[in-house]
Each structure stands twice: as C-alpha cells, then as structure tokens.
C-alpha cells in the first residue's frame, strides 16, 4: 500500500467542508480521531483537527479509528455516480460513530463551483462558466450513452457477436410453443 501525502487532496477536503458548516460541526467532536482512506493501491490518513477540518497525519503515530476501504472501480463510481455511490460501495471498519460521521459529510458534501468561481471573475461571469460546463457534461454523457448504444447495435445486428434481444425473444417464443406441443403429444401417446 502506497502512502499519499494529503498536500493536495487535504486542502480539496477542508475547503468543501469549510463552506458548509453543518459539515466541520458534524466532525468536531472527532478531534483529535485518525481516519485511513484506502483505495487500491493507495491509503491516506487523516486526523480530524478541533475545528472540524481535516489534517495529514502519519500512520506511524496512531492506528486509525476508522478504516475505509474503498471499491477498486472508486474512480469510475465518482465520476458516475459522485462519492455517495462509492460510500455506498466502501467497506468500513473501527468506531461506528466516527464512521458514520465520516461517511455522511463525504455523501453529503457539494462542490459549488460557480460560487468559487464568482470569487474570482465576478458573478455574471461564474454562471456563464458553471452553465458551459453542465452543458458540456449532458453532451458528454449523451455522446457515452450514444456510443455504447452503436456498439450494443453493431455487435447485436451486425456483426452477430451478441445476440439480439429480438431474437431471443423469439427462441423463447419457438421454446414455449415447442413445450406446449410436446405436452399435447404427451397426452395423445397417453391416450393410445
């Protein structure tokens, strides 16, 4: 397991939790408590300060009170689904409070990025730019589902890889009747 120092993701944390105070509220009465985020092949530790933000802390120093264990599709699961879908997938060890705090504030935690942006260039300008990119996101995800849906038909009605749903459809139609007059034919042997 390769040790990440938290110089980037860290601050990333403690400024979402900044914005929103229900979140370091939620984490302060874990002062002090060390966290372990692991995630194949890497682990953070993280301690909790006594003002609800994160810090990085050395694993040497403590053992963790909670142990996360993140799904090894983490990073698929977080741009699909947000990291509610990868906390859904997470298995979690150690205190059940401290756990549970933890994982509702990862759940819970939304990035406003026009209201950072709005910081920096002005308010106009910051909706413009968080619209552009919400539009660019729908047509990527438009264009995903797209494609896969050409390589679905491609490998189904072309090129005959896959069978279709048509036509098992109809085999299990042809199955059926074949049951069926198996039955009936059944019962006229019976008869004679």
Not at 9 to 18: D, G
Not at 162 to 174: G, L, N, W
Request: glycine content about 6%; proline content about 3%.
């Amino acid at each position: 397991m390769v040790s990440v120092s938290g110089n980037l993701i860290i601050p990333a944390i403690n400024h979402l939790i900044a914005t929103e105070t229900w979140a370091s509220t939620r984490l302060r009465p874990f002062s002090g408590q060390l966290a372990r985020i692991q995630a194949q092949p890497f682990q953070l530790d993280l301690a909790v300060r006594s003002d609800g933000l994160f810090e990085a802390r050395e694993p040497i120093n403590q053992t963790p009170a909670v142990t996360i264990i993140l799904p090894d599709d983490a990073a698929g699961k977080m741009i699909a689904g947000g990291t509610a879908a990868v906390f859904s997938a997470a298995r979690i060890s150690g205190s059940a409070d401290f756990a549970e705090a933890i994982a509702f504030v990862f759940r819970n935690l939304r990035w406003d990025a026009e209201a950072d942006l709005a910081g920096v260039f002005g308010d106009i300008a910051a909706h413009r730019g968080a619209q552009a990119v919400q539009s660019f996101l729908i047509w990527q995800k438009s264009a995903l589902i797209n494609a896969a849906q050409n390589i679905k038909e491609y490998l189904s009605e072309e090129s005959g890889s896959v069978v279709s749903q048509r036509e098992i459809s109809a085999f299990s139609t042809q199955i059926k009747t074949l049951r069926d007059d198996l039955a009936r034919m059944e019962k006229r042997i019976a008869k004679l």
